[in-house]
């Protein structure tokens, strides 16, 4: 059963809503006004979210190869005798929440396309993050868990 998106113009009449996994290229994807009702259109978007779920997993790596950088520039933590003002207010920290930022919205997107139930847009997210962890993930280091949120 569709659900029709509401919105002024008829694209959302030729691309319903399903709840369910289903194929084609007529797909609203995360906006009414978003719709990919020409093959090309829909193929564009397939290989844009492989490359977000690419870039998503090398920002996984990013994050915590500046954080091991990071580390190794201050020594140990147990020699880190920064105040809790310092550490908050350094620029690492705050480069960090800003990734972590970034990070936690793509995976929001991500998971939002996913939700499409559009079974290409799942398969383009999810070989774009094996290929992502294929390329990034021999290297990572098991101190750090850059996963901690929803992926």
């Known amino acids: 059963m569709g659900h029709v998106h509401g919105g002024p113009d008829d694209m959302e009449m030729s691309c319903p809503m399903q709840m369910s996994f289903h194929g084609g290229s007529c797909e609203v994807i ?12 829909f193929v564009g978007a397939t290989i844009g979210f492989f490359l977000l779920a690419f870039a998503y997993e090398g920002l996984k790596y990013g994050r ?3 954080h091991v950088s990071d580390a190794s520039k201050r ?8 105040t809790l ?13 800003l990734l972590h930022l970034l990070q936690v919205s793509v ?4 998971m939002l ?7 290409w847009l799942c398969l383009a997210v999810v070989l774009g993050a094996m290929c992502g962890y294929y390329v990034f993930g021999w ?10 949120h929803c992926n």
Request: with cysteine; hydrophobic share 40%; net charge neutral.
């Open 75 to 82: 020594g140990t933590v147990a020699n880190d005798k920064r």
């Open 113 to 119: 396309i996913v939700m499409t139930y559009n079974c």
């Open 30 to 41: 995360l906006f009414p006004s978003w719709a990919t009702t020409e093959a090309g259109a």
């Open 85 to 97: 003002r310092q550490a908050l207010l350094s620029r690492m920290h705050l480069v960090q929440t």
């Open 139 to 148: 290297v990572r280091n098991s101190s750090v868990d850059p996963t901690e």
């Open 107 to 110: 995976s929001y997107i991500l």
């Open 64 to 66: 915590e190869l500046l």
